[in-house]
């Protein structure tokens, strides 16, 4: 195995049981490793540091995967991390409240670059670093022992797999091609996904929490869902006795799916409303009508990719709050979310303070969200928690 030499004073992150190092942090490299290979890390002194997995062409070289010089990193550790991550998910799939979960997160599950999803008896997986890629012939094994899929398919992220300078295949790993529509269900409402076509790997399950929070609000209410997507909280707020529910969404597959999802509850159609458009202008559009809502959900996609870019998006944030704030009747509910890692929810209050004050209005935090118990946040590896919101009051 070869030996990567870490700089002298950069010893302290990978003490801390870090998953990273950064290729500046590297002093010289003993040898020819080839991308995706396990190295072992050592300091300037040349003592044992931790295993990873090494790539030259990321700005993260090297992804540390165990600590103690002892224990191999070979096919049972790797087989191991995948046992200890899916039965960390028993209880939310025992429950019979879900069939859809996030069996492997990543860094989160000690398995760096390795998102795998279950919908229902279908797995999609990304596969975002060179190590877990070589990897795969064993992760695909021991989940089919352990789960018995009836297919797994590759939705790796492209431009997260640039980063490791690797190309992009969808592709069936095992079993048939999904098929086009899977239906799963989540705190008791049904979804129709589509595994190949659909966004990230199909679906958002890391909203199903709150999804059910927001909904217990929503009886006897005029909700507007915007960011709906396939209609996470349209079909768990007309579920709970919404009134009326106005889903916006830019992409014209996701209104599909949504309006097909309204038909497969069987819930009351004309109590919906969807619109494709962009929010931005849709929100703009109800101000010049005069419409307004009892609860808006603001759920967009990451407006921060990495912390350099937190200003701007903070100010896209902050934009979108106010026009949100502005919708609502007194004493509204305002469910906002942001799922960009760069953006801590302290940050995030002081975005909705700003927002109210540019409103005039007054906001009440009456809870905050974050992600459910199958996208763990590991201790030592904050960067995996990325997904926060506020539930406010506005007057
Ligand atoms: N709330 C959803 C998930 C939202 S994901 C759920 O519970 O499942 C973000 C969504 O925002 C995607 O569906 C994407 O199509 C949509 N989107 C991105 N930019 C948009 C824009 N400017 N206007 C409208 N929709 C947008």
């Given at each position: 195995m070869i030996d990567v030499i870490l700089k002298k004073g950069k010893e302290k992150a990978v003490h801390q049981r870090h998953p990273w190092v950064f290729?500046?942090?590297?002093?010289?490299?003993?040898?020819?490793?080839?991308?995706?290979?396990?190295?072992?890390?050592?300091?300037?002194?040349?003592?044992?540091?931790?295993?990873?997995?090494?790539?030259?062409?990321?700005?993260?070289?090297?992804?540390?995967?165990?600590?103690?010089?002892?224990?191999?990193?070979?096919?049972?550790?790797?087989?191991?991390?995948?046992?200890?991550?899916?039965?960390?998910?028993?209880?939310?799939?025992?429950?019979?409240?879900?069939?859809?979960?996030?069996?492997?997160?990543?860094?989160?599950?000690?398995?760096?670059?390795?998102?795998?999803?279950?919908?229902?008896?279908?797995?999609?997986?990304?596969?975002?670093?060179?190590?877990?890629?070589?990897?795969?012939?064993?992760?695909?094994?021991?989940?089919?022992?352990?789960?018995?899929?009836?297919?797994?398919?590759?939705?790796?992220?492209?431009?997260?797999?640039?980063?490791?300078?690797?190309?992009?295949?969808?592709?069936?790993?095992?079993?048939?091609?999904?098929?086009?529509?899977?239906?799963?269900?989540?705190?008791?409402?049904?979804?129709?996904?589509?595994?190949?076509?659909?966004?990230?790997?199909?679906?958002?399950c890391d909203q199903r929490d709150n999804r059910r929070i927001v909904a217990a609000h929503a009886k006897g209410k005029k909700v507007l869902d915007c960011f709906s997507y396939t209609g996470g909280f349209t079909l768990n707020a007309l579920y709970n006795g919404a009134t009326s529910v106005t889903s916006v969404d830019s992409s014209a597959l996701a209104i599909e799916t949504l309006k097909e999802n309204i038909k497969l509850n069987k819930l009351d159609a004309s109590k919906h409303r969807a619109i494709q458009s962009d929010v931005n202008k849709q929100l703009r559009a109800f101000k010049e009508t005069g419409e307004t809502f009892d609860i808006i959900v603001l759920d967009p996609p990451k407006y921060a990719p990495s912390r350099s870019a937190l200003d701007r998006a903070s100010r896209a944030y902050k934009d979108l709050n106010r026009i949100g704030m502005l919708l609502l009747n007194k004493g509204g509910l305002l469910a906002t979310f942001s799922c960009s890692g760069a953006m801590d929810l302290e940050t995030f209050k002081q975005v909705l303070a700003w927002a109210a004050l540019d409103a005039s209005k007054q906001v009440q935090f009456i809870g905050q969200f974050c992600q459910p118990e199958d996208h763990p946040v590991r201790s030592s590896f904050p960067e995996g928690e990325y997904l926060k919101g506020l539930l406010c009051r506005v007057f």
């Open positions: 290729s500046g942090a590297i002093d010289r490299v003993k040898g020819k490793p080839a991308n995706g290979d396990i190295v072992r890390l050592v300091n300037a002194g040349g003592d044992f540091m931790a295993y990873g997995f090494y790539n030259d062409q990321s700005r993260v070289a090297l992804r540390l995967l165990e600590w103690d010089e002892n224990k191999a990193v070979d096919e049972t550790w790797f087989r191991t991390r995948v046992a200890e991550a899916v039965d960390g998910r028993k209880n939310i799939l025992s429950t019979g409240e879900t069939n859809t979960c996030r069996l492997i997160f990543s860094e989160a599950d000690y398995l760096p670059g390795l998102i795998v999803d279950r919908y229902a008896d279908h797995l999609a997986v990304q596969v975002l670093t060179s190590g877990m890629e070589r990897m795969m012939p064993v992760v695909i094994d021991e989940l089919r022992k352990l789960l018995n899929p009836k297919s797994i398919f590759d939705k790796s992220d492209a431009s997260s797999r640039q980063h490791e300078g690797m190309d992009t295949e969808n592709v069936v790993l095992f079993g048939d091609n999904p098929p086009e529509s899977v239906e799963v269900t989540e705190n008791g409402v049904r979804y129709n996904i589509n595994i190949a076509e659909g966004q990230k790997s199909g679906f958002y």
